[in-house]
């Protein structure tokens, strides 16, 4: 099952959508893993990479947390909201 | 603690408070939008919200915070998309049997929605 892959605020400006599909594997990803994939389809993104933090399945991700197929990553800018 | 949060494209319109007879201190707040951003002059700011992840993460806070200081209800509605100069952004009720409570829950609501609930300012629309 595919990594469904959002974008929000200035991701979405540099991504160029709102959302992407990348294959996922049976293991799962590690975060790096995770940009390693993202990167290869999306380059662009690798300037917002240090000020972004990514959630998996509507929660922020864990450190040593995986990304499992099926899963759904969103991309999130420095947030500011209220 | 009762927690009630909205997040809502249109106009914030609260309803009407209904303090129970243990309320002692009932707070409300507006985080409303200014007529500057950024010393230039704006007619609005347009905000955008990764609504199922904002609730999760604003009940998630609220849980947190009504541990530690406990109070009786929280109410949140925070809008999103074109907000007008001089119209609310947020809004926020809170009851509590005294009012040390409610006002620290509501000063650290605020601090950790603004580092951690996934909404952004957007644009800052030019007049």
Sequence with gaps: MPVRVLFFASAREVAGCGQRELPGAEEGWSEEEFWEHLLRE????????????????????????????????????????? | MEIEITLTAGPILPPPPAPGT??????EFQ????????????????????EAMAEKELRRILQKLGA??????????????????????IFVRV?????????RLLEELMNELK???PIWKVEAVPC
């Design chain 1, 42 to 82: 999306i380059p662009a993104l690798e300037t917002l990479r240090p000020s972004v933090r990514l959630a998996r399945n509507e929660e922020y991700l864990a450190t040593g947390e995986r990304i499992l197929p099926g899963d759904e990553v969103a991309v999130l800018p420095p947030v500011s909201g209220g």
């Design chain 2, 22 to 27: 243990e309320t002692g201190a009932l707070l």
């Design chain 2, 31 to 50: 985080g409303r939008v200014r007529d500057r951003e950024e010393d230039r002059r704006i007619s609005a700011l347009r905000y955008e919200v990764y």
């Design chain 2, 68 to 89: 530690a200081h406990p109070c009786q209800s929280v109410l949140v509605i925070h809008r999103y998309g074109e907000i007008p100069v001089g119209e609310a952004a």
């Design chain 2, 95 to 103: 009851e509590s049997a005294h009012r040390g409570a409610g006002l």
């Design chain 2, 115 to 117: 580092r951690e609930v």
